[in-house]
């Protein structure tokens, strides 16, 4: 049977005609299932939804039959087995055992493993593989754990698409796969049963490419909420006796939040910068990054889109200030004070052009901040070529950081030079806040130097220090001996 199906799909052509194809679909088989709880159910509704035939085995038809549409055959497990070459085991790990008295008729049948544990690496083994070492006589198949019971029910277009499989048998595979693309899901062949462990891990974890990047965000928030903590709230407290601590839930937050944006959006950049650093330093694109700059490497992404969360909560906030009742008392006592003074004109010519020209720089770095964000999603990501992609993640970026330095900058102004604003000798907070931007955006200039950028270049198309390999760059032959005459040993 397992011979045939696998013959099926090998003979299937790789480019046919819609109807070749469809026909092919048509030749659904009749499946069977173990177990009637939540997942039997939605997985029998979509097996059905999908043109296949199912029947369900368990230990109480009578009980369970009504459970199901009256399209899903309901019987015992032993009857269902005999019927069906291909069983979705749909019951949990520990309930495995209780099957053993069906080994006879499991025999030679190939078993969907569906399960997935309470916490990771609760078991030596898989769940796959325990299910095979009891059933020695049958082809054990991994694959739609990562799919929950909601998702199958619903379809594919309202979750997770992607569907996990590994077995042994590389036919085996080929037919779950196709049944899963025949569901709607894409399967993802992951090779032999040994996958089994990681497969079933995966929907253990929570959020695994998140955590480092969400700890490094509120580790910088706790530091500069702290910080300005300080430099607002104590130091008025405690050098003037002002009480300020109304400024805790809005005025600190909104101070904060683009400190660590602003730091976020630069380690974005950071481990590129030092990445390019590294080949020019060893000469060679040929050899690895140390661990810890892989990892960072491949955060980019989340770094950024944090740093998108914090720009944007800070541009809400800052809307939200007029609105407090604190600055509209901070309005009217301003406005009695004038009036005390006799004067009848408040404007500070250089005040409004900073903040006009502040407000800008600031708009204009969220709408970049959000083009950023908005191509990182993999639906628009998958839909640019490899060159618009680059270009918006690291052109777009760094003038994002660009912009937003500026942001920052026009926001200081001339304050980094008072000395009134080194409150406990702390430097205004903004200045902390540009010192990872300006190293990065410098090491960027650095790396433009028509020499470094040449040798950068080179590096990066396969040229290395120690090794003389033959390499013309369009129109610059001459100049790639003479440097490379300088740092060669022949190979
Ligand atoms: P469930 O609602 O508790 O159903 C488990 C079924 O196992 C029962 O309905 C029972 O059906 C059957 N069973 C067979 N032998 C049993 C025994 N000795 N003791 C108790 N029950 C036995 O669980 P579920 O949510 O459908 O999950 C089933 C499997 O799918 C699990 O391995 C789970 O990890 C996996 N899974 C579930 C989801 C989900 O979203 N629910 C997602 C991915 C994977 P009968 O009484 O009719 O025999």
Redesign the pocket.
Known sequence: MLQRMAKKEMVKPLLGNESEIHQYDLQKITVGI???????RSLAARLVCSGYSVIVG???PKR?ASLFPTANEVTSQREAISKVNIIFI????E?YS?LSELRDVLTGKILVD???NMQVNVYEESNAEHLASLFPGCTVVKAF?V????ALQFGARDGNKQVLICSDSQEARCIVAEMTRNMGFNPVDMGSLSSAKEIENLPLRLFPSWKIPVLLALALFVFFYIYNFIRKVIHPYLMKGQNTFYKIPIDLVNVTLPCVAFVMLSLVYLPGVLAAILQLRNGTKYKCFPRWLDQWLQQRKQLGLLSFFCATLHAVYSLSLPMRRSARYYLLNDAFTQIKNDKDNAWVEEEVWRMEIYLSFGILAIGVLSLLAVSSLPSVAGSLNWTEFSFIQSRLGYTALVISTLHTLTFGWCRAFESAQYKFYLPPTFTIALIVPCIVLLAKVYLFLPFVNRKLTRIRRGWEVNRQVKFHEAGDVSHFSDFNAENTSIV
Do not use: M, P, Q
């Not at 173990?34 to 039997?40: I, S, V």
């Open positions: 173990l177990g009637t709880g939540d997942f039997a368990s230990r109480h369970t749909a019951v949990y790990h309930h209780t569906v399960s997935n754990n799919i929950s019971a909601w």
